[in-house]
């Protein structure tokens, strides 16, 4: 697996986790599928900003009711979050 691929992955667990969406349970439950976790993981990829996203949730102190506007995967947490 290419680094690049690997530190979205994990920018996309941390964003899930910061925003209170637990990935791992989600696919079990069946709200989540593995091509829409690889779809999210792509698009982060496509992020212009990764280095600011890391900061960002390394500087959270609690529970994010909103991403960083930059966040291309906001669409997504959100339907998580609402299910």
């Known amino acids: 697996m290419d680094t690049r691929y690997k530190r979205h992955a994990g920018l996309v667990d941390r964003m899930a986790n910061a925003r209170g969406i637990d990935l791992e349970e989600e696919m079990l439950r069946g709200r989540l599928g593995f091509m829409q976790l690889e779809d999210a993981v792509l698009k982060?990829?496509?992020?212009?900003?990764?280095c600011a996203?890391?900061?960002?949730?390394?500087?959270?102190?609690?529970?994010?009711?909103?991403?960083?506007?930059?966040?291309?995967?906001?669409?997504?947490?959100?339907s998580l979050q609402r299910d």
């Open 44 to 50: 982060c990829t496509g992020c212009t900003a990764p």
């Open 53 to 78: 996203c890391e900061r960002w949730l390394e500087d959270l102190s609690g529970p994010a009711t909103e991403p960083p506007a930059f966040c291309r995967n906001d669409d997504l947490f959100r």
